[in-house]
Every structure is written in structure tokens, then in C-alpha cells.
């Protein structure tokens, strides 16, 4: 086998397989069996040229074990070239120590997996203090993809939102809602946030009065626990919004948090499906398979 193929880690079976059907490349399923002792056992197709690996990494500590043995099971086994396909990648956002003796985790985990591929593509990884995804992953090709575009046609193809107003829920959240307003053509206002634990927050949003008599639509990149967005949500209906919606590209949140944000008012909850979730309303694929059109 010399043609590109698209390796499949479990998990990702839907997703992968249509992203491996718009490339028009084969697939593979990367076969994982798991001994009691929680140790991991990996076989790969074996194959030339250049392997396709396709992990997103949500609840990503036994799966970082896994994806670097198959990377070098493909190697061994006749890849020349690994890429990575990680639609949502772990351990970004720990960019550095905010404490004495914390690890930074973004550092480490990065040196870890350029160890082991050549190229890396990944959407929206929550990167702020570190200005580029290259950074992170020293000596490889490294792609930071934008879901924005597919947020704002996902809200444009909702007649309900017309005119709606957008709403970054914190300071760290202005790139991707001013991306989605001006490709959307809507106005947006951004909240500011104080964290004092991960679901201790408290937020403020000053030109709330916005939202009077609107839709107003919450956009971040990764909703979690929620908290923030509940937050947000509750001064947007104090300022008289006539509904509350929000919008992500990676949902972490478990189903009791999702349940939390729609008793807080937030009536409409979307995600990409980089994260298999209750919430996917839109598909990565169109701009995966664009990024990777040079390796097949």
C-alpha cells in the first residue's frame, strides 16, 4: 500500500471516516486492546508513504499514551511521514506556571508529540500568551485552523438570528467572536471575567444594554464547565435580551453542565463536532479535508 491512508484512532470512526471519504483517501482503524493493568496494546495497517493520524484529544491522558505508540507503529511499519489530525487538541491552555512549581503543560505535551510527527493540524487550539501553534511544537510543520467561518454560516443559516448580537463571554475570547461578527456581518460586545476556581467566576459586561430587544448569541472556543457562559447568559436576559444562544467550536462540558446552561436561559447550545457531543451542529470536515488536500 503506497497511497496516503487515513488512520482512524477508536472513537473517532464517524468523524474520520468522512473526513477520509472527502479526501477520496483509504482508511484504516487503528486497533487498541487494553490489558487489566490499564496497559495498551496497538496495531496499525501497515503501509508506505505518508500516514494520516486522526485522534481529537478530549479526555486526553490515556489517549496521548495510545496516538504516540501507533505514530511509531506506522514508522515502524513503513510510514515515511506522520500528520496528525487532532480536531481538538488537550493541553493548551496550562502555557505557563501561574504557580510556583506547576508543570506547563503546553510546553511539555508539545515537545512530546513533535518527538513523534511530522506535521500537526489541529482547529482552534486556545492558545494566548504563545502567539503561534509553531511555537509549540518545535521542528514540524505545525496548522492552527479556524472554525469561525463555519460558526457564522452555522448562525446565518438560522433565520432567527438575524441581527443578533454577538457576545464573547471574556477577554480571551475577542479573536474568535470579532472573527465571526465581521464575517457574519453582526455587531459584538465582549464581557470581562474574574476567575478564582473552575467554576468560580465572576463576570461583568458593560454595554449589556446591547442585547435589549435582541438575540443575543454567545460565542467562545471551548465551553467547559459553563459557568462562564451561565454567567453571561444571566446579565444578558437581566438586560432584556429576547433570547440567549451560544456557540463553540470544542463542547468539553459534561451533560449535567449542558443541562446548567439551558436553566440559565441559554435556550440553543451548538458545538462543531471536533468533540463527539450532544451539542454538534456543524462539521469540521469541508476545512480539514482542505488543509490536508497536499498530502493525498
Not at 73 to 82: D, P, T
Not at 92 to 114: C, K, N, P, T, Y
Not at 124 to 148: M, N, Q, Y
Not at 186 to 196: G, N, P, Q, W, Y
Request: glycine content about 8%; hydrophobic content about 45%.
Amino acid at each position: 500500500m503506497t497511497a496516503t491512508t487515513l488512520h482512524i484512532m477508536p472513537g473517532n470512526e464517524k468523524t474520520g471516516q468522512a473526513l477520509a471519504d472527502a479526501l477520496g483517501c483509504a482508511h484504516a482503524f487503528v486497533d487498541v486492546h487494553r490489558f487489566p493493568d490499564g496497559e495498551s496494546l496497538i496495531r496499525v495497517k501497515p503501509g508506505q508513504g505518508t500516514a494520516l493520524l486522526f485522534a481529537t484529544l478530549d479526555h486526553p491522558n490515556a489517549k496521548l499514551v495510545e496516538l504516540v505508540l501507533a505514530a511509531e507503529a506506522l514508522k515502524a511499519n513503513g510510514a515515511s511521514r506522520v500528520v496528525l489530525v487532532a480536531p481538538y487538541l488537550c493541553y493548551m491552555r496550562q502555557d505557563m506556571a501561574f504557580h510556583e512549581g506547576e508543570a506547563v503543560s503546553q510546553r511539555i505535551i508539545g515537545a512530546m508529540l513533535a518527538r513523534h510527527i511530522d506535521r500537526i493540524i489541529t482547529v482552534d487550539p486556545h492558545l494566548h500568551r504563545v502567539s503561534s501553534l509553531s511555537e509549540v511544537f518545535p521542528g514540524i510543520e505545525a496548522d492552527s485552523l479556524s472554525a469561525t467561518g463555519l460558526i457564522a454560516d452555522a448562525i446565518g443559516a438560522v433565520p432567527d438570528f438575524s441581527g443578533a448580537l454577538l457576545v464573547g463571554p471574556d477577554g480571551e475570547s475577542m479573536q474568535w467572536v470579532r472573527s465571526v461578527a465581521e464575517k457574519a456581518g453582526l455587531d459584538f460586545i465582549v464581557a470581562t471575567k474574574e476567575r478564582s476556581g473552575d467554576r468560580k467566576v465572576d463576570v461583568t459586561l458593560p454595554e449589556a444594554g446591547k442585547a435589549e430587544g435582541r438575540t443575543a448569541i454567545i460565542v467562545d472556543d471551548i465551553i467547559s464547565s459553563g459557568m462562564t457562559m451561565r454567567r453571561c447568559a444571566a446579565l444578558l436576559e437581566a438586560a432584556g435580551a429576547s433570547s440567549v444562544a451560544a456557540y463553540t467550536v470544542h463542547a468539553l462540558c459534561s451533560p449535567e453542565d449542558l443541562e446548567g446552561l439551558k436553566a440559565s436561559g441559554i435556550q440553543t447550545v451548538a458545538s462543531s463536532d471536533s468533540i463527539h457531543h450532544l451539542t454538534n451542529a456543524y462539521t469540521l470536515t469541508p476545512l480539514l479535508a482542505d488543509a490536508l488536500r497536499k498530502e493525498v
